[in-house]
T-cell receptor
Framework: GAVVSQHPSWVICKSGTSVKIECRSL??????MFWYRQFPKQSLMLMAT?????????EQGVEKDKFLINHASLTLSTLTVTSAHPEDSSFYIC??????????????FGQGTRLTVV | QQPVQSPQAVILREGEDAVINCSSS?????VHWYRQKHGEAPVFLMI?????EQKGHEKISASFNEKKQQSSLYLTASQLSYSGTYFC???????????FGTGTRLAVRP
Protein backbone atom coordinates (compact mmCIF):
# COMPACT_ATOMS: atom_id res chain seq x y z
CA GLY A 1 0.00 0.00 0.00
CA ALA A 2 0.87 3.64 -0.22
CA VAL A 3 3.28 5.09 2.31
CA VAL A 4 3.05 8.40 4.09
CA SER A 5 6.06 9.46 6.10
CA GLN A 6 5.86 12.02 8.88
CA HIS A 7 8.80 13.67 10.57
CA PRO A 8 9.76 14.10 13.33
CA SER A 9 8.06 11.37 15.32
CA TRP A 10 8.43 13.38 18.48
CA VAL A 11 9.65 16.84 19.43
CA ILE A 12 10.07 18.81 22.64
CA CYS A 13 10.24 22.56 22.34
CA LYS A 14 10.24 25.59 24.58
CA SER A 15 7.18 27.73 24.94
CA GLY A 16 7.17 30.54 22.39
CA THR A 17 9.19 28.74 19.76
CA SER A 18 7.98 27.34 16.45
CA VAL A 19 7.98 23.75 15.32
CA LYS A 20 7.71 22.38 11.79
CA ILE A 21 6.27 18.96 11.02
CA GLU A 22 6.69 17.37 7.60
CA CYS A 23 4.37 14.95 5.87
CA ARG A 24 5.54 13.20 2.72
CA SER A 25 3.83 10.80 0.37
CA LEU A 26 6.64 8.46 -0.63
CA UNK A 27 5.24 6.54 -3.56
CA UNK A 28 2.32 8.55 -4.82
CA UNK A 29 1.31 12.11 -5.51
CA UNK A 30 -1.06 13.69 -3.04
CA UNK A 31 -2.88 16.78 -4.19
CA UNK A 32 -4.69 16.83 -0.88
CA MET A 33 -3.40 16.06 2.57
CA PHE A 34 -5.17 16.31 5.89
CA TRP A 35 -3.82 17.36 9.27
CA TYR A 36 -5.34 15.98 12.45
CA ARG A 37 -4.70 16.61 16.11
CA GLN A 38 -5.37 14.08 18.82
CA PHE A 39 -5.35 14.78 22.55
CA PRO A 40 -4.93 11.89 25.01
CA LYS A 41 -7.85 9.48 25.04
CA GLN A 42 -9.70 11.50 22.45
CA SER A 43 -10.53 11.08 18.80
CA LEU A 44 -8.70 12.54 15.84
CA MET A 45 -9.91 16.04 15.12
CA LEU A 46 -9.38 17.47 11.67
CA MET A 47 -7.46 20.73 11.75
CA ALA A 48 -7.14 21.57 8.11
CA THR A 49 -7.10 20.32 4.56
CA UNK A 50 -3.88 21.01 2.76
CA UNK A 51 -4.19 21.65 -0.97
CA UNK A 52 -1.18 21.56 -3.28
CA UNK A 53 -0.51 24.95 -4.75
CA UNK A 54 -3.23 26.76 -2.89
CA UNK A 55 -4.22 27.87 0.57
CA UNK A 56 -5.20 25.36 3.17
CA UNK A 57 -8.77 25.06 4.32
CA UNK A 58 -9.03 25.29 8.10
CA GLU A 59 -11.71 23.80 10.28
CA GLN A 60 -13.75 26.05 12.49
CA GLY A 61 -11.90 27.06 15.60
CA VAL A 62 -8.41 26.35 14.25
CA GLU A 63 -6.21 29.45 14.11
CA LYS A 64 -4.70 29.65 10.65
CA ASP A 65 -2.08 32.15 11.77
CA LYS A 66 -0.90 29.80 14.48
CA PHE A 67 -0.93 26.59 12.48
CA LEU A 68 0.73 27.40 9.19
CA ILE A 69 0.29 24.87 6.43
CA ASN A 70 2.31 24.78 3.26
CA HIS A 71 1.75 22.26 0.47
CA ALA A 72 4.45 23.27 -1.97
CA SER A 73 4.67 20.04 -3.91
CA LEU A 74 2.60 16.97 -4.69
CA THR A 75 4.53 14.92 -2.16
CA LEU A 76 5.12 17.30 0.74
CA SER A 77 2.94 19.20 3.17
CA THR A 78 4.26 20.95 6.26
CA LEU A 79 2.56 22.09 9.42
CA THR A 80 4.27 24.77 11.46
CA VAL A 81 3.08 25.41 14.98
CA THR A 82 4.06 29.00 15.65
CA SER A 83 4.67 30.45 19.10
CA ALA A 84 3.88 27.10 20.66
CA HIS A 85 2.37 26.94 24.15
CA PRO A 86 1.90 24.00 26.51
CA GLU A 87 -1.73 23.66 25.46
CA ASP A 88 -0.52 22.90 21.92
CA SER A 89 1.09 19.72 23.20
CA SER A 90 -0.63 16.92 21.34
CA PHE A 91 -0.28 14.14 18.79
CA TYR A 92 -0.36 15.54 15.26
CA ILE A 93 -1.10 13.18 12.38
CA CYS A 94 -1.23 13.76 8.67
CA UNK A 95 -2.98 11.68 6.07
CA UNK A 96 -3.20 11.53 2.30
CA UNK A 97 -5.29 9.74 -0.24
CA UNK A 98 -3.73 7.85 -3.12
CA UNK A 99 -6.40 8.15 -5.77
CA UNK A 100 -4.78 6.05 -8.45
CA UNK A 101 -7.76 6.77 -10.64
CA UNK A 102 -10.15 4.98 -8.32
CA UNK A 103 -13.37 6.49 -7.12
CA UNK A 104 -12.78 5.85 -3.46
CA UNK A 105 -9.88 4.61 -1.48
CA UNK A 106 -8.45 4.62 1.99
CA UNK A 107 -6.62 7.45 3.65
CA UNK A 108 -3.03 6.62 4.53
CA PHE A 109 -1.68 8.03 7.74
CA GLY A 110 1.75 9.19 8.72
CA GLN A 111 3.32 7.85 11.88
CA GLY A 112 2.28 10.89 13.86
CA THR A 113 4.30 13.51 15.73
CA ARG A 114 4.18 13.80 19.49
CA LEU A 115 4.67 17.48 20.33
CA THR A 116 5.50 18.48 23.88
CA VAL A 117 5.80 22.15 24.69
CA VAL A 118 7.57 22.93 27.94
CA GLN B 1 -20.81 16.80 14.03
CA GLN B 2 -18.75 13.90 15.16
CA PRO B 3 -20.15 10.38 14.62
CA VAL B 4 -21.04 8.63 17.85
CA GLN B 5 -19.60 5.24 18.58
CA SER B 6 -20.89 2.67 21.02
CA PRO B 7 -19.87 1.19 23.29
CA GLN B 8 -17.23 3.60 24.57
CA ALA B 9 -15.19 0.73 25.93
CA VAL B 10 -15.36 -3.03 26.04
CA ILE B 11 -13.30 -5.77 27.65
CA LEU B 12 -13.25 -9.21 26.10
CA ARG B 13 -11.77 -12.57 26.86
CA GLU B 14 -9.72 -14.02 24.05
CA GLY B 15 -12.06 -15.80 21.64
CA GLU B 16 -15.14 -13.71 22.43
CA ASP B 17 -17.01 -11.60 19.93
CA ALA B 18 -17.74 -7.88 19.89
CA VAL B 19 -19.76 -5.38 17.89
CA ILE B 20 -18.84 -1.72 17.59
CA ASN B 21 -21.39 0.72 16.24
CA CYS B 22 -20.94 4.05 14.50
CA SER B 23 -23.85 6.41 14.05
CA SER B 24 -23.88 9.65 12.08
CA SER B 25 -26.40 12.46 11.96
CA UNK B 26 -25.52 13.23 8.36
CA UNK B 27 -25.93 11.42 5.08
CA UNK B 28 -22.83 9.41 4.31
CA UNK B 29 -21.01 8.29 1.20
CA UNK B 30 -18.57 6.00 2.91
CA VAL B 31 -17.47 4.70 6.27
CA HIS B 32 -13.85 3.86 7.05
CA TRP B 33 -12.77 1.76 10.01
CA TYR B 34 -9.41 2.11 11.72
CA ARG B 35 -7.69 0.59 14.74
CA GLN B 36 -5.18 2.60 16.73
CA LYS B 37 -2.67 1.29 19.23
CA HIS B 38 -1.49 3.60 21.98
CA GLY B 39 1.01 6.15 20.69
CA GLU B 40 0.71 4.98 17.10
CA ALA B 41 -1.07 6.18 14.00
CA PRO B 42 -4.39 4.60 13.00
CA VAL B 43 -4.23 1.46 10.92
CA PHE B 44 -6.75 0.98 8.14
CA LEU B 45 -9.18 -1.92 8.42
CA MET B 46 -11.76 -1.44 5.70
CA ILE B 47 -13.97 0.93 3.72
CA UNK B 48 -17.69 0.56 3.10
CA UNK B 49 -19.51 2.53 0.46
CA UNK B 50 -23.15 3.55 0.44
CA UNK B 51 -25.43 0.88 -0.89
CA UNK B 52 -25.68 -1.17 2.26
CA GLU B 53 -22.69 -3.32 1.57
CA GLN B 54 -21.06 -5.67 3.96
CA LYS B 55 -17.43 -6.60 3.97
CA GLY B 56 -15.33 -9.14 5.71
CA HIS B 57 -11.68 -9.68 6.37
CA GLU B 58 -10.92 -12.92 8.14
CA LYS B 59 -12.53 -12.50 11.53
CA ILE B 60 -13.32 -8.82 11.17
CA SER B 61 -16.30 -7.71 9.13
CA ALA B 62 -18.49 -4.66 8.86
CA SER B 63 -21.80 -3.47 7.53
CA PHE B 64 -23.10 -0.09 6.42
CA ASN B 65 -26.74 0.89 6.48
CA GLU B 66 -26.93 4.02 4.37
CA LYS B 67 -30.54 4.79 5.26
CA LYS B 68 -29.87 4.67 8.96
CA GLN B 69 -26.47 6.34 8.55
CA GLN B 70 -24.99 3.62 10.68
CA SER B 71 -22.14 1.19 10.41
CA SER B 72 -21.16 -1.72 12.58
CA LEU B 73 -17.84 -3.48 12.96
CA TYR B 74 -17.94 -7.14 13.93
CA LEU B 75 -15.00 -8.80 15.65
CA THR B 76 -15.28 -12.56 16.00
CA ALA B 77 -13.11 -14.93 18.00
CA SER B 78 -11.10 -11.96 19.25
CA GLN B 79 -7.35 -12.18 19.54
CA LEU B 80 -5.01 -10.32 21.87
CA SER B 81 -3.81 -8.30 18.89
CA TYR B 82 -7.28 -6.82 18.47
CA SER B 83 -6.77 -4.62 21.52
CA GLY B 84 -6.73 -0.92 20.76
CA THR B 85 -9.05 1.94 20.05
CA TYR B 86 -11.35 1.61 17.08
CA PHE B 87 -12.48 4.65 15.12
CA CYS B 88 -14.95 4.99 12.34
CA UNK B 89 -14.28 7.75 9.86
CA UNK B 90 -17.11 9.05 7.74
CA UNK B 91 -17.12 10.91 4.44
CA UNK B 92 -20.00 12.74 2.77
CA UNK B 93 -18.62 12.24 -0.71
CA UNK B 94 -15.83 10.49 -2.53
CA UNK B 95 -12.51 12.00 -1.53
CA UNK B 96 -14.05 14.11 1.19
CA UNK B 97 -12.25 14.68 4.47
CA UNK B 98 -12.84 12.06 7.09
CA UNK B 99 -14.67 12.94 10.28
CA PHE B 100 -13.72 10.49 12.97
CA GLY B 101 -16.08 9.01 15.53
CA THR B 102 -15.77 9.21 19.28
CA GLY B 103 -13.81 5.97 19.45
CA THR B 104 -14.25 2.61 21.18
CA ARG B 105 -11.54 1.23 23.44
CA LEU B 106 -11.26 -2.52 23.17
CA ALA B 107 -9.18 -4.67 25.49
CA VAL B 108 -8.77 -8.39 24.91
CA ARG B 109 -7.60 -10.38 27.92
CA PRO B 110 -6.03 -13.87 27.85
Amino acid sequence: GAVVSQHPSWVICKSGTSVKIECRSLDFQATTMFWYRQFPKQSLMLMATSNEGSKATYEQGVEKDKFLINHASLTLSTLTVTSAHPEDSSFYICSAIDWGGRANTEAFFGQGTRLTVV
Amino acid sequence: QQPVQSPQAVILREGEDAVINCSSSKALYSVHWYRQKHGEAPVFLMILLKGGEQKGHEKISASFNEKKQQSSLYLTASQLSYSGTYFCGTAKSSGDKLTFGTGTRLAVRP
